[in-house]
C-alpha cells in the first residue's frame, strides 16, 4: 500500500500541523498557510472523512502578537507567550475554517491527562462528540500551565497519543522535511528518502537521527517515536512537507512523496 491509497481507504485521520510549517520565514504565524489548508481539509471533511488537527504554534502566534517577547528564554516568559499566543492561534484557524463553512473546538491536553483513567475517557468523548457534530477539533499540549513533569514535551508524540486514543485510521505528520532520510540531506547530497518502513527498530539501525530546527521541540527521533506509537495500535503513520503547495491533496493524489510508516503484519 502507498501513501494515496492508505489516505483514500482512512475514514478518521488526525493531522499534525509543527510550528516550521506554521511559521513564516520572519517567525510570524503564516495566516495564508492556514486558510489554504483549512480549505483543504474541508473539502476532504465534505467527502466523508472526518479529521483532527494537532496544531503547534501558540509560541509563533505569541511572538506575532507581543514581539517585544521575542528574545526572552526564561519559561515564564515562554509559558506567557503561549498563553497569548493559544487565543491568537485558536483565532486564526477558527476564522479560516469559517470561511470553508466549520466550527473548530480546541483541546488542551498534558500527559498528565492521558495516564489518568477519568480524563483520558473524558477527552475521548469530547474529542469523539466534537466530530460526530461535524466540529474540527484542534488540540495543543498545555504549555502554560505544564511543567516538566506532565509535559509530552512534542506535538509529535501529542498527535500519536490523540490518534490511539480516537482510534483514528491514519496519522499523519507535517513538518518542514520530506520524510525519513538515510542521513541529514541538507549536508549530505547522497542522502535517500525512505519512502515505506515496516520495521522501525531496523530503520533505527541503518539511519542518522538529528536535532530539531529552530522553531520545534521535535525533529526525527520523536516523529520516529509518534510512528512507533501508531503502529503498535495498527495504526500507520505518514511523515510529510507541509511547506509544499496543497500538500494534503499532494498527497493524496500521489504528487507529494514522504514517508510512509505501516504497522508490522
Same mark, same amino acid.
Given at each position: 500500500?502507498?501513501?494515496?491509497?492508505?489516505?483514500?481507504?482512512?475514514?478518521?485521520?488526525?493531522?499534525?500541523?509543527?510550528?516550521?510549517?506554521?511559521?513564516?520565514?520572519?517567525?510570524?504565524?503564516? @495566516?495564508?498557510?492556514?486558510?489554504?489548508?483549512?480549505?483543504?481539509?474541508?473539502?476532504?471533511?465534505?467527502?466523508?472523512?472526518?479529521?483532527?488537527?494537532?496544531?503547534?504554534?501558540?509560541?509563533? &502566534?505569541?511572538?506575532?502578537?507581543?514581539?517585544?517577547?521575542?528574545?526572552?528564554?526564561?519559561?515564564?516568559?515562554?509559558?506567557?507567550?503561549?498563553?497569548?499566543?493559544? %487565543?491568537?492561534?485558536?483565532?486564526?484557524?477558527?476564522?479560516?475554517?469559517?470561511?470553508?463553512?466549520?466550527?473548530?473546538?480546541?483541546?488542551?491536553?498534558?500527559?498528565?491527562?492521558?495516564?489518568?483513567?477519568?480524563?483520558?475517557?473524558?477527552?475521548?468523548?469530547?474529542?469523539?462528540?466534537?466530530?460526530?457534530?461535524? %466540529?474540527?477539533?484542534?488540540?495543543?499540549?498545555?504549555?502554560? %500551565?505544564?511543567?516538566?513533569?506532565?509535559?509530552?514535551?512534542?506535538?509529535?508524540?501529542?498527535?500519536?497519543?490523540?490518534? %490511539?486514543?480516537?482510534?483514528?485510521?491514519?496519522?499523519?505528520?507535517?513538518?518542514?522535511?520530506?520524510? @525519513?532520510?538515510?542521513?541529514?540531506?541538507?549536508?549530505?547530497?547522497?542522502?535517500?528518502?525512505?519512502?515505506?518502513?515496516?520495521?522501525?527498530?531496523?530503520?533505527?539501525?541503518? @539511519?542518522? @537521527?538529528?536535532?530539531?530546527?529552530?522553531?520545534?521541540?521535535?525533529?526525527?527521533?520523536?516523529?520516529?517515536? &509518534?510512528?512507533?506509537?501508531?503502529?503498535?495500535?495498527?495504526?500507520?503513520?505518514?511523515?510529510?512537507?507541509?511547506?509544499?503547495?496543497?500538500?494534503?491533496?499532494?498527497?493524496?493524489?500521489?504528487?507529494?512523496?514522504?514517508?510512509?510508516?505501516?504497522?508490522?503484519?
Amino acid at each position: 500500500m502507498n501513501i494515496a491509497e492508505t489516505i483514500a481507504s482512512a475514514r478518521k485521520i488526525v493531522i499534525k500541523i509543527g510550528s516550521a510549517t506554521l511559521a513564516k520565514p520572519d517567525g510570524k504565524i503564516n @495566516i495564508e498557510f492556514m486558510e489554504n489548508f483549512a480549505a483543504r481539509c474541508a473539502a476532504m471533511n465534505k467527502s466523508g472523512k472526518q479529521l483532527a488537527l494537532v496544531s503547534s504554534g501558540a509560541q509563533v &502566534a505569541g511572538i506575532s502578537t507581543l514581539d517585544r517577547w521575542a528574545r526572552k528564554t526564561d519559561m515564564n516568559y515562554r509559558q506567557a507567550l503561549c498563553a497569548i499566543g493559544q %487565543v491568537e492561534l485558536m483565532n486564526e484557524w477558527g476564522g479560516a475554517f469559517r470561511h470553508c463553512g466549520l466550527h473548530i473546538g480546541q483541546l488542551l491536553f498534558t500527559k498528565e491527562d492521558f495516564n489518568d483513567g477519568r480524563r483520558a475517557l473524558n477527552m475521548r468523548n469530547t474529542l469523539f462528540t466534537l466530530l460526530d457534530e461535524g %466540529v474540527i477539533p484542534i488540540i495543543n499540549e498545555n504549555d502554560s %500551565v505544564a511543567c516538566d513533569e506532565i509535559r509530552i514535551g512534542d506535538n509529535d508524540n501529542l498527535s500519536a497519543l490523540t490518534a %490511539v486514543l480516537w482510534n483514528a485510521d491514519l496519522l499523519i505528520l507535517f513538518s518542514d522535511i520530506d520524510g @525519513i532520510y538515510t542521513d541529514n540531506p541538507k549536508t549530505n547530497p547522497e542522502a535517500k528518502l525512505i519512502e515505506k518502513v515496516d520495521n522501525i527498530a531496523e530503520l533505527r539501525e541503518h @539511519i542518522t @537521527i538529528g536535532a530539531a530546527n529552530g522553531f520545534g521541540t521535535g525533529g526525527i527521533a520523536t516523529k520516529i517515536e &509518534a510512528a512507533e506509537k501508531t503502529c503498535a495500535y495498527g495504526i500507520p503513520m505518514i511523515l510529510a512537507n507541509g511547506g509544499h503547495p496543497e500538500a494534503l491533496d499532494a498527497l493524496s493524489s500521489g504528487k507529494l512523496r514522504g514517508t510512509l510508516f505501516l504497522p508490522a503484519r
